[in-house]
Every structure is written in C-alpha cells, then in structure tokens.
C-alpha cells in the first residue's frame, strides 16, 4: 500500500487489484457494476492514477462488470489527516453521484477504509442516485 500510494507506484495497486478479485470470487453477490472512491483531484494529478480505479479493474474483469465513474468528490479535502470524529463530519455530503441513474446492485471498491465514513457517504449518494443495494470490497481496514 505505501509503495503503491507514497511511491506513486501503480502497478502496486493492479497487483492488489487482482489479489482482491481472487479474493472476492465466489464470496461476492450478483453485481450490475463496480465504482471507485474517487480521490480528490489534487491528489490524483500528483500521483498520476486513481488507487481505487486500478483496484476495481481487474475485479471487474473477474466478475464480468463495468467499473463505472458514478462519484465525484464534492469535498475536496484529504481524510488521511483528519481524527475519526472529523472523518465523519468531512464525509458528510462530501460525493455526489454522476451520470445515469446508479444500477441496482453496485459494489463500492477502495484501498483503505479507515473510519467507513468515506464509504458511508459514498454509499448514500449511491442510494439517492437509484441503487438498491451498495457492496463494498477494500484491500485494508484500519482500527482506531
């Protein structure tokens, strides 16, 4: 994860990407599509890629789904440096969703999920947008 996201190493992360597509086989429910956390778009030019976006690809490729954009991030601040009570206001309304109405069946896929209320909020604004049901699939969880 560090080399992946400290080194701007991508491949790091299609490495782990297709760990965590082994390791959703078979366990996962059906699925209409896979979206990415987004990054905030600072983040993203300085590091060339979007860490989620490489984890979702060959997960999608696995279970024969598109990774689909659907989010945007409103908020444009980084959680990594926030406590866990500032996470959870942060999130808060932080991502819309974009384009089509979501598919019914989604699964929400990042790296680390530390306090959930990145997902959470990713969750909601998933939910308002059409879908029924929102998975999530992460490479590593965090304790506080």
């Not at 999130?91 to 979501?102: I, M, S, Y």
């Not at 997902?119 to 506080?144: I, K, M, Y």
């Given at each position: 994860?560090?080399?992946?996201?400290?080194?701007?190493?991508?491949?790091?992360?299609?490495?782990?990407?297709?760990?965590?597509?082994?390791?959703?086989?078979?366990?996962?429910?059906?699925?209409?599509?896979?979206?990415?956390?987004?990054?905030?778009?600072?983040?993203?030019?300085?590091?060339?890629?979007?860490?989620?976006?490489?984890?979702?690809?060959?997960?999608?490729?696995?279970?024969?789904?598109?990774?689909?954009?659907?989010?945007?991030?409103i908020e444009p601040t980084e959680?990594?440096?926030?406590?866990?009570?500032?996470?959870?206001?942060?999130?808060?309304?932080?991502?819309?969703?974009?384009?089509?109405?979501?598919?019914?069946?989604?699964?929400?896929?990042?790296?680390?999920?530390t306090s959930g209320a990145t997902?959470?909020?990713?969750?909601?604004?998933?939910?308002?947008?059409?879908?029924?049901?929102?998975?999530?699939?992460?490479?590593?969880?965090?304790?506080?």
């Open positions: 994860m560090r080399q992946g996201k400290y080194r701007s190493d991508p491949g790091a992360f299609t490495a782990m990407g297709a760990r965590l597509a082994e390791a959703g086989a078979g366990r996962l429910p059906r699925l209409d599509a896979i979206t990415p956390v987004p990054i905030p778009h600072r983040r993203r030019l300085l590091r060339g890629f979007d860490q989620a976006e490489l984890l979702a690809i060959p997960v999608a490729r696995r279970l024969g789904v598109p990774v689909l954009r659907m989010l945007r991030r959680q990594s440096t926030r406590s866990a009570r500032q996470r959870v206001i942060g999130a808060r309304g932080a991502f819309a969703h974009v384009g089509a109405p979501a598919p019914e069946r989604v699964l929400l896929i990042d790296d680390v999920i997902a959470r909020a990713c969750a909601e604004a998933l939910l308002c947008a059409g879908a029924r049901q929102v998975h999530l699939l992460c490479v590593a969880g965090a304790r506080h």
